[in-house]
């Protein structure tokens, strides 16, 4: 599903470890259970299971956020980059309200030329 206005060439935002973690958490339970719960229920246990995990396994995810957070600085340098030198190419776009003035204003003009040509 794509939001208007989104850019869809920017790089996908970096994820925490605690994402890394909700997201092998989500796939684990899926592969062991054929049953799904409610979302609030999986949550509410996962983060409990997040706050329990030691200091080494959390470590494994800090680090997949760490990698993660390597490729999206170099995906937006190269993103930026891209975006510098398409915009000095580009012509200047008009808005939307610039453009319906403009439509309304011709509108205007043609419904009352008759009018304008008989004062002037």
Known sequence: M??????????????????????????EQKKNSGESRSFLDFSKKASERWKNLSVEDRKTYK????????????????YVSLMATTKENEKP?????????????????MKNVKKFKLIF
């Open 2 to 27: 794509d939001r208007v206005g989104k850019d869809l060439k920017k790089p996908k935002d970096k994820m925490s470890a605690y994402a890394f973690f909700m997201q092998a958490t989500r796939e």
């Open 63 to 78: 680090e997949m956020a760490a990698n993660d957070s390597v490729r999206y600085k170099k995906e937006m340098a190269n």
């Open 93 to 109: 776009k008009i808005s939307t309200h610039q453009k319906r003035h403009c439509l309304h204003l011709s509108v205007f003009q």
